[in-house]
């Protein structure tokens, strides 16, 4: 099955607050889209990925984001996470009503196309599944089969909200890159040490976290 994958990204002068403790105003905009990066450019080397879309309103970000082969959706509805995925799957399903819809978090710096592989290769066998993400609160990513609503529920509890929905939980091990989503200081110094893509490392190599490690 060939996914296609959509991933969300707010605009980068509003992303990663919660980095505050870590990075400063102006750089946090950059951690923003050097995740984003990373995040497009390993899911395009996913063999089970057809097409990358990116939901988003930042004219830098959709900029960098295509010339790694991503398309852009402008995010029309202007009304959150949720409503922007919904926008996309709806267009996205207008134009190829058979299309598998997977959305995957735009903070998965140390994502490995072989991990996605996996991850998507499970959801396949459900008409709608989901993986928790690394805290075990909140989702990265969540599929709909051709035919499937999507149904996002992203933010806070969405793991709860995902399973409560009929979505199935996705429970694999050896997928850390795929759930391991970065929103605090503590969240990137475990993906450095995982081993983060090469724009993430560039971006935080002037951080007092840990040295980073160019994913291979």
Known sequence: MQWTLVIPLKPLSRAKSRLADTADDGLRPDLALAFAQDTVAAAGACPGVGEVVV?????????????????IIPDTPGAGLN??????AALLREARPDAALATLNADLPALRPAELSRVLAAAGEFPRAFLPDAAGIGTTLLTAAPGTPLHPAFGGTSRARHRASGAVELTLSEVDSVRLDVDTGADLRAALSLGVGPRTARATAGLLLADPCPRM
């Open 83 to 88: 409503a922007a995925l919904a926008y996309a």
């Open 55 to 71: 939901v988003t309103d930042d004219a830098r970000a959709g900029h960098e984001l295509a010339a790694l082969g991503a398309r």
